[in-house]
């Protein structure tokens, strides 16, 4: 699994997220910028970098190690010094390291002790997170990425129906939800794309507020008796007993708001060339 790439993906969405793995407050995400920073004159670039936004904060440089590295504190020192040396801003620092476990932890430590065994350097290992009395979205997130397999598509169905219940925002719903998918893909590379948005992909819409104004603008034409005799538990049911005028008004907003045409026609029960029609733009 590319878990660099997606742990740089959740602090990038979620970067509550890091503060919270080294026992640091939430809130405090929003003093910072998370992004990979390049020291040109000697040309390597650092991947995970939290930048303060204040002089009396520190600078967070992350790492991300799933496989044994004797050289990785090596690396990881000589990076960050090298770092510190050739930037203008004065910040202290403080160095994260994150493991799945401690068995991965193989560095060699010796000429680093001081440094490892100082509040510079957090080791994070994911398997004993559960020590973190309150699991936010990002925190389960995380976990899911060293979930055993068996129980792996629950635990990502229960973050999601989380998640939904909790943020009210569509963007960053959608955001959780491609995290999510893109560990699956990774984990389960049995389950196809699809097998795996089918999962998420019409849930997800059933709890917008997306969802609530479609409905609402298709009531005030007067369109949307089926809609409205529908349940609230999805907006396929109620989708499929609206009238055919109303639901081809509602494609080019789905299609706004992520779906395709494939899942378009099974939510609104039409075939795929009147969905594909309906989405032409109008001379």
Do not use: C, H
């Not at 010094?81 to 910040?91: G, I, S, V």
């Not at 925002?169 to 389960?188: G, N, S």
């Amino acid at each position: 699994m590319k878990t660099d790439s997606i742990f740089y993906r959740i602090f990038q969405s979620i970067p509550s997220t890091f503060f919270e793995l080294i026992n640091q407050p939430p809130q405090l995400a929003s003093a910072y910028q998370f992004s990979s920073v390049e020291v040109k004159q000697l040309a390597f670039r650092i991947d995970g970098v939290f930048l303060p936004n204040a002089a009396e904060l520190p600078i967070y440089f992350a790492e991300v190690q799933f496989q044994p590295d004797k050289k990785l504190y090596s690396r990881l020192f000589t990076e960050i010094f090298n770092y510190l040396d050739k930037t203008e801003l004065t910040n202290n620092w403080r160095g994260v390291v994150i493991f799945p476990n401690r068995s991965v932890d193989t560095g060699d430590t010796e000429r680093y002790t001081e440094l490892l065994n100082s509040q510079r350097v957090t080791r994070v290992y994911l398997d004993e997170l559960s020590s973190i009395e309150t699991s936010s979205i990002g925190i389960e997130t995380v976990k899911l990425i060293i979930e055993p397999e068996s129980t792996t598509t629950i635990k990502a169905v229960e973050i999601v129906n989380i998640a939904r219940q909790q943020i009210l925002d569509v963007t960053t719903i959608r955001e959780i939800i491609q995290l999510i998918e893109t560990i699956l893909i990774y984990k389960l590379p049995r389950l196809s794309p699809e097998e795996i948005g089918k999962m998420f992909g019409l849930n997800e819409l059933r709890q917008t507020r997306f969802y609530q104004d479609v409905f609402a603008e298709g009531r005030q034409e007067g369109k949307q008796e089926g809609i409205q005799e529908g349940r609230q538990e999805g907006i396929q049911e109620g989708i499929q007993e609206g009238r055919q005028e109303a639901k081809l008004e509602t494609i080019p907003q789905l299609l706004g708001f992520g779906l395709s045409i494939e899942q378009i026609a099974q939510a609104l029960g039409l075939d795929e060339q009147v969905v594909r029609q309906a989405a032409q733009p109008k001379s």
